[in-house]
DNA sequence: AGTCATTGCACCATCGATTGTGCAAAAAAG
DNA sequence: CTTTTTTGCACAATCGATGGTGCAATGACT
């Protein structure tokens, strides 16, 4: 810190104060100087020299030379939402203790998009890539393939590379089972008395349809094709699914399977426009686990998806290198309506 | 694509190809051609090649000589929670739509962990950094200024950069007295009836209790200081704080001001805890906005700030270069309960 | 035809690190 | 006191792009 102001200090500049060359200077600074014997004295000396005047390495400067940068990407479809944002959260943490760097982006689920930000990390030499919600895995997939960059998929599988994804069946599933049971403590239930709203045509999607059809008929008897509503993924597409309805029958559906947490903003829309009867008695299964979701005035069961565990089987399957594209599923857990779960923020120190 | 699977072309590549020098290539490549005199056919045949080849430049390089990286920075406290991963939202568009690369990482409101993460993206040579509520943004400066980096505070100022800030007293206050006049509606209320829980010893918290006292001395003549509970910023401290007063109390206040939806979220962990009726009939403010916990069962006045506006005007002050270290407002929006704003998301295109 | 300006491009040093190689000096072995 | 081995380090090439400088070829002008 003897220098502020001036420019950051380089292996150069320690090599002449200490009188070692650079090469000696780098080895010792980036820890390979046991392999290649430096003495013990000199390496305490160009230490001390590197903390008195501040240094770091120019990783541009190293990422260049070495082709590895320390960068590990992240691409999102979009931040601002509570499943990819905790996603992030628990991305940044593994890799900080792994002593890398992350880069999360998002890429508004524009498959063009997705293509032209890749390029762009892979400009940036990061060494690999978490591919969560993409609309396009394989299209990715041959980005970063030309590049030789190691990825996987997380939430959405693709064929070409290895993916690790919720078990959306069996969530759904659960989650079906859920408000049935619940519904059907206010008296019978007729098969259209369930619906399903949101997702796309989108593997997750389809998984969950199929999760929630099996279960519904398997309860029900029945489930006509006019209780599923595959709105996508805009909470103002989805609000004007509901809004629809309503025109229709004067009511909600007594109960139905939301898909995801960004659907279930388009449920907030709706509801900003009626009075509370309409929605009364109401019980709702959403597909993403969301704190304050989870307190709407009406019973909400929601899907907790471990984002957490995926990242975590994500970097197994990167370190096991050249695992086959398969795809993994991680169980989720069903969360009971007012239920607050302790999140990643949790693990952050705030001493008063 | 002719070489898929190859290493990344180079200008060298392209020189070979070409015929032309590295230079000449690069010159091209980079959009500097017209000033370097190179012949309009030279150039179209060095971008027909690099196109074909599949070029993208490497950033670190480019970054290496250029010192500039085209990398910005945003240093949040944390991803998990509406505000900042909207925050993030924007800041990402911006930044792509200015052909830079946007640079998210989050340091737990960790002052040693805020000044670590910088340092490793100094070394990255990122071009400029938005401090977006760091709980030592002066620390920070000091790192960025030693390394030449140019950087304004978001959310909470600091003394020696130039910051962004909602006007958390006026924001304050509007959303005091939107409690107070909800509150009064159901019948008279006395000082010990309005409570603030939440915040801690920073800029914003002060100015936001600061403009929660004002109003409500102003309109109920006083405020014992019991009335303010700064918890900090945890939602399970926050959740004590509520168990405590429940505890001594029975009930909740009849009305109360949240600092953040982070400790709001303290609020569902207490609410998960107890029955429908102990909080049958409170009003709540939250400064924050979220789409959810503006439909709670009970009315909540919320508090949205702009955090589009603040990036913007981040920009606005580092394009302008060399500003002094002031404090800029940007001002907040109260928002009614039950009301479903329209965010970033509603940006995407999702045909179906 | 001779001079001068312009055009079009190649050459080369440079950014800050990494790493293979080589060679003295010191230590160990004979 | 040699010879061999080990220790400790310096040298120089390299990663891929940038940008100042210099120089030949061409065109303009007297």
Redesign the interface.
């Known amino acids: 810190?003897t220098d502020?102001?001036k420019?950051?200090a380089t292996i150069y500049d320690l090599s002449m104060l200490s009188g070692a060359s650079p090469s000696t200077v780098s080895a010792v600074l980036n820890g390979s100087w046991r392999k290649r014997r430096i003495k013990e004295a000199t390496a305490q000396l160009i230490q001390k020299l590197a903390n008195e005047h501040?240094y770091?390495?120019?990783?541009?400067?190293r990422?260049?030379r070495s082709s590895r940068?320390g960068?590990v990407g992240l691409l999102l479809p979009?931040?601002?939402?509570?499943y990819?944002?905790?996603m992030?959260?628990s991305f940044?943490a593994q890799v900080r203790s792994r002593g890398q760097?992350?880069?999360?982006?998002?890429a508004?689920?524009?498959p063009e998009e997705e293509r032209k930000v890749v390029?762009?990390l892979?400009?940036?030499?990061i060494d690999e890539l978490f591919i969560a919600g993409a609309t396009d895995p394989d299209g990715v997939h041959k980005v970063c393939?030309?590049?030789?960059l190691k990825h996987v998929n997380i939430d959405l599988p693709g064929t070409l590379a290895p993916s690790i994804i919720s078990d959306n069946h069996e969530g759904a599933r659960m989650l079906t089972q859920a408000i049935i049971e619940r519904a059907q403590e206010d008296g019978p239930l007729s098969p259209d008395d369930l619906y399903l709203f949101g997702g796309?045509n989108d593997h997750a999607s389809h998984e969950r349809i199929r999760g929630f059809r099996d279960v519904k008929r398997a309860l029900l008897g029945a489930d006509p094709d006019v209780c599923i509503q595959?709105?996508?993924?805009?909470?103002?597409?989805t609000?004007r699914a509901f809004e629809a309805f309503y025109e229709g029958h004067g009511k909600l559906p007594r109960a139905f399977f939301v898909n995801s947490s960004?659907n279930?903003?388009g449920l907030?829309?709706f509801?900003?426009l009626h009075p509370h009867e309409t929605f009364a008695d109401i019980i709702v299964g959403c597909y993403d686990y969301?704190?304050?979701?989870?307190?709407?005035?009406f019973p909400v069961f929601m899907i907790r998806q471990d984002s957490e565990a995926m990242i975590t089987k994500g970097f197994a399957i990167l370190d096991a290198d050249r695992g086959p594209a398969i795809t993994h599923l991680v169980r989720p857990t069903l969360v009971p309506p007012?239920?607050?779960l302790?999140?990643?923020?949790?693990?952050?120190?705030?001493?008063?």
């Open positions: 810190m502020i102001g420019k950051k501040g770091t390495a120019n990783l541009q400067a990422g260049l940068s960068l979009v931040h601002d939402n509570r990819f944002s905790s992030a959260q940044e760097c992350p880069l999360v982006v998002s508004c689920r524009d390029e762009t892979i400009s940036y030499s393939e030309k590049a030789g796309r595959p709105t996508g993924y805009s909470p103002a597409m609000a960004i279930l903003e907030m829309r509801l900003a969301d704190p304050f979701g989870s307190f709407l005035p007012r239920t607050a302790i999140g990643p923020l949790d693990a952050l120190k705030d001493i008063e």
